[in-house]
């Protein structure tokens, strides 16, 4: 496994390939990589010839006052991971690599980005899509996978992937969880143990929303307030939104559910903001 952190390099690595008809896929993350990473790294091993691994804290994505500077960096075992994972290269570039200091340009994918956390965190997507392009364009691989953990962020790369012609195949995978339920993140690592405790409740409640759906419920407020309620029977968690969405526009989900939306779920935890969604009829969901 090579590292690169010139774009030039990794992109001359990357056409060397593909001129002999070999596939690319590439795995783009902030590091910190844990299971949920380690199973999009798998998907692209299994999938394509060849798998780059992006890892970049992206400051673009991070507003003022959220955890940039204290974000988890572990970069030498990231890079232990990603060699055992059977990844060919990872990218790993310095900001100035990234963003000179004159860059000036972002990429806006409007609508499904306007609710849910774009609500709350409004560089965030403008931020990610800019990356993302540029990540796509220094390393113009055939295929890019993405967590549904994210499920906002991966309907919007695929829509500025198609409303942009990048010719790139976007890949969703499945959400990693622990085995009590949480769904893995890097800022899990921010919780004290009694938070860590109260954490699962999170997706306990995203499965008591799916449930209601499950025992006939077609109305996506009543939906809703089933998993509501059953987090509010936890007073440590302070619930930012949760709210059912179509599943491709990430919008209000509309009278009656069908089972293609999303429920999503977004709380605090002491100082963690932790994420987390559920299709609710999983047969459903997309890749
Ligand atoms: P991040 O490093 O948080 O930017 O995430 C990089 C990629 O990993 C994104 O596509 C995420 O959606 C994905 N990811 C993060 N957590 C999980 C998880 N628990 N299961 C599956 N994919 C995940």
Redesign the pocket.
Known sequence: MEVFKEKDAIRTQVRDWQSVGQTVGV??????L????H??VRCCVAATDHTVVTIFVNPKQFGPGEDLSSYPRTTEDDLKDCEELGADAVFLPDDSAMYADDHCTSVNVSGITDGLCGSFRPEFFDGIATVVTKLFNIIPADSA??????VQ??TMIRKMVSDLDMPVRIVG?????ESDGL????RNRYMNEEERKLAPRLYQALLAGKAAFEAGERDPAAVVVSASREMLRESGLKLQYMECVNSDTMQRALYPLKGDEVLAVAAHLGATRLIDNITLDEKAEQC
């Open positions: 795995v783009p993350t902030m590091g910190a844990h299971q949920g990473h199973s999009l996978f993405f967590g549904r953990k994210d962020q991966l995978c499945p959400t990693v969880r769904a893995c993140s890097s």
